[in-house]
Structure formats: C-alpha cells, structure tokens
C-alpha cells in the first residue's frame, strides 16, 4: 500500500518541502541568466518573435543542437520489496522531496541526450527509530524525445538507467548504505516555452530498480543482498528546462495561421 504521509514533511521529520523547492529555484536564476545571454547567437526571426505572442499552443523556433540544462523540484515515494524477509522500502521511508539536475545535448529538435543526477530526503519510515534520517540518490544516462519541439506546449518522454543509492542516517550509530541499480526510469511531462531559451512544465516519473549490496553498521564492509527484489520509486513536480549556445530551426508559416 502507498503511503503518503505527507504531513509529516512539515513535523520536522525530515528537510523542510520549502527548503528543497527554494533551493531549486535558486539554481534556476543563474541557469535562465546564462540562457537568456545566449539569446544572441540563436538564429530568431521577425516572424518567430510575432508567433510568440500567440494562444497557448503558438508556433515557435524549434531548439536545435543546444546545450540543454534541466532543474526539477517535486515530491517522491518508494514502494516494494528490497529482498525477502526484511523491511520493504516503505517500512523504511514514506513520502519526501527530491530535487533533480540534467545535463544534456539537444542533438535534434525532437531528441536529447543526456546525464542525470537526483537527490532525495524522505520521511522515516515504521521500522525505524526515532532521529533517523533517510536520504537517497540516483545518477545515470537519459535519451528524451520531444513530440511538439516547433510549439509553445511540448509533450515528451523519457528513458533513463543508472545507479540507486539509499543511506539510513540514525543519530548514535553508523550509517546503513544500501547500493543498487535504477534498471528503469520513465518520466514523462510538457514544456511550455516562456522564451525560445527557457520552458518550464510538468513531470512525472517511475523508476523499476534492484538493490543489491548493502553496508552496515558493525559490518565489514559492503556485501551482497541475498535474493534482490524489484522495487518501485514514483515522482511528480516542476521541471525547468534551459538552452543555450543552439540554434533556433524556424518554421515557415502558411499565410492563413
């Protein structure tokens, strides 16, 4: 079953939702400066600049072998078995904040490739004591494809895999590391582009991973996770997306658009 305890974000349980949303936000400021610095070697047009200003779904000039820079804040819970006999991963953490960075290469208008780094704070879960900490992160490779890249609002979809980690941080004893693998991770979202080098929208993620090894306080190190089960991580919030050094692929208009 899922459990969003959500209230306890605000407890003190764990780091504030305020506290990783602005922080997020501080890192969009110099990123959409350095965007908006680069509008002077993209490729803009009379015509392009007017379809701006249009409905919400307008016409705009595609992005096109940029440099493409992702900031995303939201919420993130964990559901499923670690292995078998033992606390699964929503015995050990409920629902938290993860903040999340990319950087990729837009290689055409509709495809991006990229790396991705994450970082989570989650609530403590049933199983364990009181003070304890728990804190996860992800980092790996992504491919994205955008289906609407020539319009202000732009479906896409994302593949990832890399790796998961997961730290259990208690007050008076070591910390417990758990290390596996994100097999999977599909996020999918829309952008609406604000400028032709800034878009921002939302996402929503799911990831199939495995943890594997494990250390321990009193252990001798890291060892192997008999029988690993599968297990599942959902996510959902904002992502800003920032372009620069590109250029911009401007589409011709019909006269009657």
């Not at 440099?67 to 559901?79: H, S």
């Not at 804190?135 to 790996?140: F, L, N, Q």
């Not at 996020?187 to 321990?216: C, H, K, M, W």
């Amino acid at each position: 079953m899922l459990h969003w305890k959500i209230g306890a974000l605000w407890k003190g349980e764990l780091i504030s939702m305020r506290t990783i949303v602005q922080a997020a936000c501080l890192c969009l400021v110099p990123c959409a400066i350095v965007a908006l610095g680069g509008r002077a070697d993209a490729q803009t047009t009379t015509t392009a600049d007017s379809e701006m200003s249009r409905g919400p779904a307008h016409r705009v000039a595609a992005v096109d072998r940029a440099l493409e820079i992702g900031i995303g804040a939201g919420y993130a819970q964990g559901v499923g078995d670690i292995a078998a006999a033992r606390p699964a991963v929503q015995d050990l953490s409920t629902a938290g904040g993860t903040v999340e960075l990319q950087l990729g290469y837009r290689l055409t208008p509709s495809l991006t490739l990229g790396a991705y780094g994450t970082f989570a704070q989650y609530g403590r879960g049933d199983s364990l004591s009181a003070g304890t900490d728990v804190r996860a992160g992800t980092g790996g490779v992504f491919g994205s494809w955008h289906f609407m890249p020539a319009r202000s609002i732009d479906p896409w979809v994302s593949l990832g895999s890399g790796w998961r980690g997961l730290w259990l941080v208690p007050d008076s004893v070591s910390t417990t590391s758990i290390q596996g693998w994100e097999i999977a991770r599909l996020q999918v979202g829309a952008d609406y582009r604000v400028t032709p080098e800034v878009a921002i929208g939302p996402a929503l993620g799911v990831s199939v991973n495995t943890f594997f090894t494990e250390n321990t306080p009193g252990g001798v190190g890291f060892t192997n996770i008999p029988n690993p089960h599968a297990n599942f991580y959902f996510s959902a919030g904002l992502q800003g997306r920032f372009d620069v050094l590109g250029k911009r692929a401007v589409t011709t208009l019909a006269s009657n658009e």
